[in-house]
């Protein structure tokens, strides 16, 4: 959609201040990037779901973009400008004689943008747990809903809006029909557990829109922008719902893999394991957006048909199961629990809950983050098995898989995580890694930047106790236990 006659004076003085360059256009914005600096209008333009019409509005919406962005991305967004008639300058925004406005912005290379380093490959391990930790950020950017809606009829409305805009796009009447029967049966289902997520402030005023697209490398970290600024009830929504929407974008541009970790990452950093209850019908509503806006461009066809593959998928899940992942320190729990966990369950992938990332989460800092010998009581360990065992059994309620990861030493500590399986009528496989302790100890003494805090001294401690009678599937951790965990693994969900 081209800039509105109406808008062609300041189109012209934002290329001009610019460079001279051509805007880069979406159907509400026109963006001009220069060498030093960004600047964005607003068309004014009815598109329905926004009405841009009015000055006024293009000027509130812009002050709006500021305000929500700039916490989260302090050294991208700058100002507000407005723009007079004759469009000769920029002029503070509240000046009077302004008729335009623009957001000023630092400028940032195509490259930077996540879709554009999720194309390149470029979304691997570090990059995934940095983006577990800005869904967890972005929480405490903005406050919970003082009064939030009905959830159910809110998402009922959101799965009305989004089957008609399916149809619009030209997506396949039939399936699309089928998906909106299966999304209102599993909201119908949902209802008790979203109506609960209010009670616990999960409902907040979120960033709305958050897909790879909208986020950039700043400083080598994913940073956020253009939280949708527009529609306070479109924005106002379940923290998973937001969550959900960077996960279904990852599980289709980049693997299970990416997306599951991230949800893990996410949940060991901030906690709130009952998410993923949700996540069938928010994954799929997220899937479908994608699908009906990409067959609405040119030549995206065949991206639409992905993501509405996905958007059917995620309300098939299979029924959930628990494996734990138990042994010495630097045998492999958490890297065979990483492999595992895109393997088994709903989409993107099980749960994976590491004791290392409880500890950290319980005591107030990153995963990363060193803790003292001190630390490591008794009593502390106790409450960190205890949340790994809440979290567990809560997510399996919510009918996702779980990797529980922890050394599993104690002979109780074992029953315990085998007992919330039992507890929930779930199937439980233990696996329980070994590998020569020389082996160990040099795999530990290799350690950087992770989050568990064992030293040679802690492996030779653990080693000495007795760890009593291990009925679990004993792996030899030596080499790459993948294989032989999973055929353990699948003999007993036969």
Same mark, same amino acid.
């Given at each position: 959609?081209?800039?509105?006659?109406?808008q062609a004076?300041a189109?012209?003085?934002?290329?001009?201040?610019?460079?001279?360059t051509?805007?880069v256009?979406?159907?509400i914005?026109?963006?001009?990037?220069?060498?030093d600096?960004?600047?964005?209008?607003?068309?004014?333009?009815?598109?329905g779901?926004?009405?841009?019409?009015?000055?006024?509005?293009?000027?509130?919406?812009?002050?709006?973009e500021?305000?929500?962005?700039?916490?989260?991305a302090?050294?991208l967004?700058?100002?507000?400008?407005?723009i007079?008639?004759?469009a000769?300058?920029? =002029?503070? &925004?509240?000046?009077? @004689? +302004?008729?335009? /406005?623009?957001?000023e912005? %630092? #400028? *940032?290379?195509?490259?930077?943008?996540?879709?554009?380093v999720?194309?390149?490959?470029?979304?691997?391990?570090g990059?995934g747990?940095?983006?577990?930790?800005?869904?967890?950020?972005l929480?405490?950017?903005?406050?919970?809903?003082?009064?939030?809606?009905?959830?159910?009829?809110a998402?009922r409305k959101?799965?009305?809006?989004?089957?008609?805009?399916a149809?619009?796009s030209?997506?396949d009447?039939?399936? =699309?029909? &089928?998906?909106?029967? @299966? +999304?209102e049966? /599993?909201?119908r289902r949902? %209802? #008790? *557990?979203l109506?609960?997520?209010?009670?616990?402030?999960?409902?907040?005023?979120?960033?709305?829109?958050?897909?790879?697209?909208?986020?950039?490398?700043?400083?080598?970290r994913?940073?956020?922008?253009?939280?949708?600024e527009?529609d306070e009830?479109?924005?106002?929504?379940?923290?998973?719902y937001?969550l959900?929407f960077?996960?279904?974008?990852?599980?289709?541009?980049?693997?299970?893999?990416?997306?599951?970790?991230?949800?893990?990452?996410?949940?060991?950093?901030?906690?709130?394991?009952?998410?993923?209850?949700?996540?069938?019908?928010?994954?799929?509503?997220r899937?479908?957006?994608r699908a009906?806006?990409?067959?609405?461009?040119?030549g995206q066809?065949?991206?639409?048909?992905?993501?509405?593959?996905?958007?059917?998928?995620a309300?098939?899940?299979?029924?959930?199961?628990?494996?734990?992942?138990?042994g010495?320190?630097?045998?492999?729990?958490?890297?065979?629990?990483?492999?595992?966990a895109?393997?088994?369950?709903?989409?993107?992938?099980?749960?994976h809950?590491?004791?290392d990332?409880?500890?950290?989460?319980?005591?107030?800092?990153?995963?990363?983050?060193?803790l003292p010998?001190?630390?490591?009581t008794?009593?502390?360990s106790?409450?960190?098995?205890r949340?790994?065992?809440?979290d567990?059994?809560?997510?399996?309620?919510?009918?996702?898989?779980v990797i529980?990861?922890?050394?599993f030493?104690?002979?109780?500590?074992?029953?315990?995580?085998?007992?919330?399986?039992q507890?929930?009528?779930?199937?439980?496989?233990?696996?329980?890694?070994?590998?020569?302790?020389?082996?160990?100890r040099?795999?530990?003494a290799a350690?950087?930047?992770?989050a568990?805090?064992?030293?040679?001294?802690?492996?030779?401690?653990?080693a000495?106790w007795?760890?009593g009678?291990?009925?679990?599937?004993?792996?030899?951790a030596?080499?790459?236990?993948?294989?032989t965990?999973?055929?353990?693994?699948?003999?007993?969900?036969?």
């Amino acid at each position: 959609m081209s800039i509105p006659p109406g808008q062609a004076g300041a189109a012209a003085l934002l290329s001009r201040l610019t460079g001279g360059t051509r805007p880069v256009e979406t159907h509400i914005s026109a963006v001009f990037v220069g060498p030093d600096r960004a600047l964005k209008m607003r068309k004014a333009v009815n598109l329905g779901f926004l009405d841009f019409t009015a000055p006024e509005a293009r000027r509130r919406y812009a002050e709006r973009e500021l305000a929500l962005n700039a916490p989260a991305a302090p050294t991208l967004y700058r100002a507000v400008h407005g723009i007079p008639d004759p469009a000769d300058r920029l =002029v503070p &925004a509240d000046d009077p @004689a +302004a008729v335009e /406005w623009a957001v000023e912005m %630092a #400028p *940032v290379a195509p490259g930077a943008f996540l879709d554009a380093v999720a194309a390149r490959g470029g979304i691997d391990a570090g990059m995934g747990d940095a983006l577990g930790d800005v869904a967890v950020a972005l929480r405490g950017t903005y406050p919970p809903a003082a009064a939030p809606p009905d959830p159910v009829e809110a998402f009922r409305k959101v799965l009305r809006g989004n089957a008609r805009a399916a149809l619009v796009s030209g997506l396949d009447r039939g399936r =699309v029909i &089928a998906w909106r029967r @299966a +999304a209102e049966a /599993w909201l119908r289902r949902l %209802a #008790p *557990v979203l109506r609960a997520r209010v009670a616990e402030g999960r409902v907040r005023r979120c960033h709305g829109d958050l897909h790879l697209g909208n986020l950039l490398l700043l400083d080598g970290r994913p940073t956020p922008f253009d939280a949708l600024e527009f529609d306070e009830e479109l924005a106002t929504i379940d923290t998973g719902y937001d969550l959900a929407f960077l996960l279904a974008d990852l599980l289709r541009r980049c693997g299970r893999a990416a997306a599951c970790r991230v949800l893990s990452r996410a949940i060991g950093v901030g906690g709130d394991a009952g998410l993923v209850a949700g996540l069938p019908l928010w994954l799929s509503t997220r899937a479908m957006i994608r699908a009906h806006c990409l067959a609405r461009m040119d030549g995206q066809g065949e991206g639409a048909a992905g993501f509405l593959g996905d958007a059917e998928a995620a309300l098939r899940p299979p029924p959930p199961r628990l494996i734990a992942v138990g042994g010495l320190q630097g045998t492999g729990k958490t890297v065979l629990s990483r492999a595992l966990a895109p393997l088994f369950g709903a989409l993107p992938g099980a749960l994976h809950l590491r004791t290392d990332e409880i500890r950290k989460r319980l005591a107030g800092v990153p995963p990363e983050t060193p803790l003292p010998p001190e630390a490591y009581t008794e009593a502390s360990s106790d409450a960190v098995h205890r949340a790994l065992f809440e979290d567990a059994a809560l997510a399996l309620r919510g009918g996702h898989s779980v990797i529980a990861d922890a050394a599993f030493l104690d002979p109780a500590r074992r029953a315990g995580i085998e007992a919330v399986a039992q507890e929930a009528g779930l199937p439980f496989t233990g696996l329980w890694l070994e590998a020569p302790l020389d082996l160990l100890r040099a795999r530990v003494a290799a350690r950087r930047g992770d989050a568990s805090d064992a030293t040679v001294a802690v492996l030779e401690r653990a080693a000495s106790w007795p760890h009593g009678a291990v009925s679990w599937n004993r792996i030899d951790a030596s080499g790459d236990p993948l294989a032989t965990a999973l055929a353990a693994t699948q003999a007993q969900s036969c």
